[in-house]
């Protein structure tokens, strides 16, 4: 059964840095796109940034040159590396994997989620 890890969060005061990591476990052939997303109380999960297997990246308009995503494919992992964090930034933080991988018995494209990491920015 693949899984995905999550580490790195943390509470942070406002200008400063945090880097979270998702590692994906279990018998993987290939990720294709690897992404982050985060949901803050009372609103709807969004996505932040996302990275295909090519390398091509993809950003929410509200976190352009500040957060930085990149994935070590030989250790199955994506880094979300975050500056200039904002109070606004605040939120539960969770990694998204496409995983072709042995599921149920057969080896099969699915979705993996992580299980979440809290980023509090304090002002």
């Known amino acids: 059964q693949v899984q995905l890890v999550e580490s790195g969060g943390g509470l942070v005061q406002t200008g400063g840095s945090l880097r979270l990591s998702c590692a994906a476990s279990?018998?993987?052939?290939?990720?294709?796109?690897m992404a982050w997303y985060r949901q803050a109380p009372g609103k709807q999960r969004e996505l932040v940034a996302a990275?295909?297997?090519?390398?091509?990246?993809n950003y929410a308009d509200s976190v352009k040159g500040r957060f930085t995503i990149s994935r070590d494919d030989a250790k199955n992992t994506v880094h979300l590396e975050m500056d200039s964090l904002k109070p606004e930034d605040t939120a539960a933080y969770y990694c998204?994997?496409?995983?072709?991988?042995?599921?149920?018995?057969?080896?099969?494209?699915?979705?993996?989620w992580g299980q979440g990491t809290q980023v509090t920015v304090s002002s």
């Open positions: 998204n994997q496409n995983v072709r991988g042995l599921y149920r018995g057969s080896f099969t494209s699915r979705d993996y």
């Open positions: 279990g018998i993987i052939t290939t990720i294709n796109t």
């Open positions: 990275i295909t297997s090519g390398g091509t990246t």
